[in-house]
């Protein structure tokens, strides 16, 4: 699998002394890394001054630096940075705090942290204490975070927030856009404490061509201010931003080239042709069998697009996302057997129709048996989630019916945050799912989420039980907000009077129009699909006020006027004969 390659470049330096101290428990590190991680993870670098008043100080600094460097990068890629190091930052905050609450004495581990993550064309800042993140940019020095201190007086200052402090933890985190010539500056309050900003300012632009000169510039001036704790600093310039330029792309993804178009019985690296499964504007989709007699599926890009960028890199996507995704319930992507001399990825052959053959051919779908293909298709997505993926295509044509259960396949529109915030000098592509089942904010601008595959799959269900769409025929044609609130969900009841009443209001909530009306998990909706939720009641036994206020009403309304009837009848005086 080839990927694209950051070409972000930096010149990096750091120093760090005890100066008057006996110890130094300040603790700096940086992990530069080349390759798929440059583009995947980015450059982090990171600076952590122990609390002098803590048990352990130097411990706790080293901890939180060596396990920030380490655990970053062993985070999945598809995870966005800032998801990747808060998760780190946090699990070391629980271990700091979780060594000092068990000592002897509950003596504290507490360090201040602060980091940046250089990636692509962005810079990631994450901040706890009073050590600082400075910029230096055209000349000017600008403090990037705020310090996490009170002072007390002229000689005292309590921070006010330290890794290992507490079992929670609040991190100040920051992204800016990167231009060439941007030189970071971490320190700690043993340096920044003892120079003025215009000194601090003079001497980085002064030696901004020689970082180690200006590391021991500013320490050294440090000292001489009379400087009465560890000293630590670390610089870093932008050389290069990280954005893979066009003709870079271009030369690791069109590497090998397209495929023709494949006939039955043609052969490629070994893979014999044995059906012709779907050909489309976009790809094509055989049934292949290697030597072995293995039968695996085989997906090509289309040869329309074999110079553009921003398909290639999609295309190569989706390969790359099925191997990074582990579920029973999803399509797994397979190794070819020889090396490839087309553009193409294998995935396993599945056997066993679509839902939208299962639909046509069993709809209206038994309750439990839509039940537990929900079930299945919810664990699948919900893996996508775990690696901050969304399908964004969830429709019944992308669903196989196997033996063992329903499992989803296509990677074709798949979104994943760690790659979106990737720059790259070419416009992405960007592929929205089937419109009868993608979910509304797609259309009329808003920001999708997990609760945007929620809405797919509860239309899958509704289909199953119906064999009709939540709001009809008109759902397709909406393109702006206003026109989907004109849309009425038609219950499902009213197709497939089997439908409890519950069941429907659950199926309701999951395709609302407004994804914050829809359930904050797919746990929850799972749950009010298997048992009744008690604010539905089944509409037989709530008060007709709540199931039909209109012909309440009209009932009160009915019974007034016949009481009134009743009266005037009563006050008539009565004749008797004569």
């Given at each position: 699998?080839?990927?694209?390659k950051?070409?972000?470049?930096?010149?990096?330096a750091?120093?760090?002394?005890?100066?008057?101290?006996s110890e130094?428990?300040?603790?700096?590190?940086a992990?530069?890394?080349?390759g798929?991680?440059?583009?995947?993870?980015?450059?982090?670098?990171a600076?952590a001054?122990?609390?002098?008043?803590?048990?352990?100080?130097?411990?706790?600094s080293?901890?939180a630096?060596?396990g920030f460097?380490?655990?970053?990068?062993?985070t999945?890629?598809?995870?966005?940075?800032?998801?990747?190091?808060?998760?780190?930052?946090?699990?070391?905050?629980?271990?700091?705090?979780?060594l000092?609450?068990n000592?002897?004495?509950?003596?504290?581990?507490?360090?201040?942290?602060s980091?940046?993550?250089l990636k692509?064309?962005?810079?990631?800042?994450?901040h706890?204490?009073?050590?600082?993140?400075?910029?230096?940019?055209d000349?000017?020095?600008?403090?990037?975070t705020?310090d996490?201190?009170q002072?007390?007086?002229?000689?005292?200052?309590?921070?006010?927030?330290?890794?290992?402090a507490d079992?929670?933890?609040?991190?100040?985190?920051?992204?800016?856009?990167?231009?060439i010539g941007?030189?970071?500056i971490?320190?700690?309050?043993?340096?920044h404490?003892s120079?003025?900003?215009?000194?601090?300012?003079?001497?980085l632009?002064?030696?901004?061509?020689?970082?180690?000169?200006?590391?021991?510039?500013?320490?050294?001036?440090?000292?001489e201010?009379?400087?009465?704790?560890?000293?630590?600093i670390?610089?870093?310039?932008?050389?290069?931003?990280?954005?893979?330029?066009?003709?870079?792309?271009?030369?690791?993804?069109?590497?090998?080239p397209?495929?023709?178009?494949?006939?039955?019985?043609?052969?490629?690296?070994?893979?014999?042709?044995?059906?012709?499964?779907?050909e489309?504007?976009?790809?094509?989709?055989?049934?292949?069998?290697?030597?072995?007699?293995?039968?695996?599926v085989?997906?090509t890009?289309s040869?329309?697009?074999?110079?553009?960028?921003?398909?290639?890199?999609r295309f190569?996507?989706?390969?790359?996302?099925?191997i990074?995704?582990?579920?029973?319930?999803i399509?797994?992507?397979?190794?070819?057997?020889?090396?490839?001399?087309?553009?193409?990825?294998?995935?396993?052959?599945?056997?066993?129709?679509t839902?939208?053959q299962l639909?046509?051919?069993?709809?209206?779908?038994?309750?439990?048996?839509a039940?537990?293909?929900?079930?299945?298709?919810?664990?699948?997505?919900?893996a996508?989630?775990?690696?901050?993926?969304?399908?964004?295509?969830?429709?019944?044509d992308?669903?196989?019916v196997?033996?063992?259960?329903?499992v989803?396949?296509?990677?074709?529109s798949?979104w994943v945050?760690g790659?979106s915030?990737?720059?790259?000098s070419?416009?992405r592509?960007?592929?929205l799912?089937?419109?009868?089942?993608?979910a509304p904010?797609?259309?009329?601008?808003?920001?999708a989420?997990?609760?945007?595959?929620?809405?797919?799959?509860?239309?899958?269900m509704y289909?199953?039980l119906?064999?009709?769409?939540?709001y009809?025929e008109?759902?397709?044609?909406?393109m702006?907000l206003?026109?989907?609130?004109?849309?009425?969900?038609r219950?499902a009841?009213?197709?497939?009077?089997?439908?409890?009443?519950?069941?429907d209001?659950a199926?309701?909530?999951?395709?609302?129009?407004?994804?914050e009306q829809?359930?904050s998990?797919?746990?929850?909706?799972?749950?009010?699909?298997k048992r009744?939720?008690?604010?539905?009641?089944?509409?037989?036994?709530?008060?007709?006020?709540?199931?039909n206020?209109?012909?309440?009403?009209?009932?009160l309304?009915?019974?007034?006027?016949?009481?009134?009837?009743?009266?005037?009848l009563?006050?008539?005086?009565?004749t008797g004969?004569?």
């Open positions: 699998m080839e990927h694209l950051s070409s972000l470049e930096i010149t990096f750091q120093l760090s002394q005890a100066g008057i101290k130094n428990q300040d603790t700096i590190g992990r530069i890394p080349d798929t991680s440059l583009a995947n993870k980015g450059i982090a670098i600076i001054d122990g609390v002098s008043t803590s048990a352990a100080a130097k411990q706790a080293q901890s630096i060596t460097l380490s655990d970053y990068y062993a999945p890629d598809t995870w966005r940075t800032q998801q990747s190091a808060t998760r780190v930052i946090q699990s070391l905050n629980r271990y700091l705090w979780g000092g609450s000592s002897p004495r509950q003596e504290g581990l507490l360090t201040t942290f980091a940046i993550i692509s064309d962005k810079v990631f800042c994450f706890v204490g009073d050590s600082r993140i400075y910029r230096l940019r000349g000017q020095l600008e403090q990037l705020r996490h201190a002072k007390v007086d002229k000689k005292t200052t309590y921070l006010t927030r330290a890794l290992g079992s929670v933890l609040e991190i100040d985190m920051q992204t800016h856009e990167l231009i941007d030189t970071f971490l320190t700690t309050d043993g340096i404490d120079i003025q900003h215009k000194s601090m300012e003079s001497l632009y002064a030696y901004s061509d020689n970082l180690d000169d200006a590391c021991s510039r500013l320490l050294n001036k440090a000292l201010n009379n400087s009465q704790d560890n000293l630590s670390q610089i870093c310039r932008v050389n290069n931003i990280g954005a893979a330029s066009q003709s870079d792309a271009v030369s690791v993804l069109s590497r090998l397209f495929p023709p178009l494949l006939s039955i019985g043609q052969t490629v690296d070994g893979l014999c042709v044995k059906a012709i499964l779907q489309s504007e976009r790809s094509q989709v055989y049934r292949v069998e290697d030597e072995d007699g293995q039968s695996l085989m997906k890009p040869s329309h697009y074999c110079d553009d960028i921003a398909y290639i890199e190569v996507m989706e390969s790359w996302i099925g990074r995704l582990h579920s029973d319930c399509v797994k992507v397979v190794a070819p057997p020889k090396p490839r001399t087309f553009l193409y990825y294998l995935t396993e052959h599945l056997n066993g129709p839902l939208t639909i046509k051919e069993r709809a209206p779908v038994d309750i439990p048996d039940i537990d293909l929900i079930t299945g298709i919810t664990k699948g997505v919900r996508f989630h775990r690696k901050d993926t969304l399908h964004q295509d969830i429709k019944p992308n669903i196989i196997t033996s063992h259960g329903p989803i396949i296509d990677f074709g798949s945050a790659i915030e990737m720059a790259a070419f416009e592509d960007h592929i799912g089937t419109l009868d089942y993608s904010e797609y259309r009329y601008g808003a920001k989420s997990n609760r945007s595959d929620q809405f797919s799959v509860a239309v899958l289909e199953m119906t064999q009709k769409l939540p009809g008109a759902y397709g044609k909406a702006h206003k026109a989907f609130q004109k849309l009425k969900y219950p009841a009213a197709y497939n009077p089997l439908v409890p009443y519950w069941m209001k199926i309701a909530k999951a395709v609302s129009i407004h994804a829809r359930y998990s797919f746990s929850e909706f799972l749950h009010d699909l009744p939720n008690p604010l539905w009641q089944n509409p037989q036994t709530q008060p007709l006020l709540q199931r206020p209109l012909r309440f009403w009209q009932a309304a009915a019974i007034g006027w016949f009481a009134a009837l009743m009266l005037l009563n006050a008539i005086p009565k004969s004569l």
